[in-house]
């Protein structure tokens, strides 16, 4: 199947790009797959990712029973000499879960995020093999998705490089080989103007230079 490599989708696309995610799904498990349209989802599914789509926020939500887990455990665990306990039961759920919003992070070309369960304009059944899997989608009329306290928890732990841009100068190659110590270069923003505060590369607020605790610091004034 030829995938979409832009960013941005059409809505009428979503079919194709839900039959993607259920083709890698049943090739992944090896389970064969037939996709439909249905009305049984339930409106509280278990698992729930998004994706910025033509502006709309579109979330794909993910439900399996507790009847189709254990069915799925069998074909994907054919060792098990008994009935799958909970440990198969929840390595199923995962293996089908990570496949599937993986094949669809493949299709639409871009990273799912992980967002609070919503209703759904839409629902499909996929029957793999004797087990069944549910998939909502919802389009949300909003800029971003608004990220889940688990996402943010996990996100609130990364470093970011941020640095203090006092200015900049364009200065020929001979006025800088002519440099010692004691040397100047005139920067182009003018005594009195806030400086930039740079994260990863981007500049994100402005403020002014103050001292703490005999170390330079940086007392915001305005956000970017």
């Known amino acids: 199947m030829d995938l979409m490599t832009t960013r941005t989708l059409a809505r ?3 079919d194709t790009i839900l039959q993607f995610g259920v083709d890698s799904l049943a090739e992944l498990i ?3 797959a037939n996709l439909a349209p249905s009305e049984s989802m339930a409106r509280d599914p278990q698992t729930t990712m998004a994706a910025v789509i033509e502006g709309d926020t579109t979330v794909f939500g993910l439900a399996i029973g507790d009847d189709s887990l254990i069915a799925l455990a069998r074909g994907l665990l054919p060792d098990l000499e008994s009935e799958p306990d909970a440990a198969a039961i929840e390595s199923t759920r995962a293996t089908i879960t ?5 094949a669809i992070e493949e299709a639409i ?3 799912l995020i992980e967002v609070e369960p919503e209703a759904f304009d839409a629902t499909w059944r996929v029957t793999l093999g004797d087990g ?3 998939i909502g989608v919802a389009s949300i009329p909003v800029g971003e998705p608004e990220v889940s306290q688990a996402t943010a928890d996990r996100l609130s732990s990364v470093r970011l490089d941020v640095s203090v841009e006092l200015g900049r100068a364009k ?3 001979k006025e800088l080989l002519a440099l010692d110590e004691g040397g100047v270069i005139r920067l182009g923003r003018p005594v009195g103007e806030p400086v930039d505060l740079v994260v990863n590369g981007t500049v994100t607020a402005r403020g002014e230079i103050v001292v703490v605790d005999g170390r330079l610091g940086l007392r915001i004034t305005s956000l970017v």
């Open 30 to 32: 090896a389970i064969p």
């Open 12 to 14: 009428q696309d979503l």
């Open 132 to 134: 069944a899997v549910d």
């Open 171 to 173: 200065v020929p190659v």
């Open 109 to 111: 070309g871009q990273p």
């Open 98 to 102: 990570s496949g599937f919003f993986t």
